[in-house]
């Protein structure tokens, strides 16, 4: 079964380091995200953790894996 990794750069949610992402991401692929908002707590709404302001790019680089299995190694914003 074919799977990619997604997270964030600075994500801060203790329970889903983003080494672990890096790490396992190697052999099977990672989609990793940089900036966005961060004004809610680590693991919520409104932080790294939830995407947040990088949820379009994010969907569209999903699409594009799993329409053609390219992974867009990095997803960030206008102002990144």
Known sequence: MPTVYLHHEWDLCQYTPYAY?????EKRGLIAV???DFSGPP???GSYHSFAERRLPIAEALAKWINTKEIT???KGPRD
Do not use: D, E, F, I
């Not at 992402?21 to 991401?25: C, E, L, R, S, V």
């Open 73 to 75: 190694p990095l997803v």
């Open 43 to 45: 693991c919520g709404g």
């Open 34 to 36: 940089k900036g966005g």
């Open 21 to 25: 992402a890096a790490t396992h991401g």
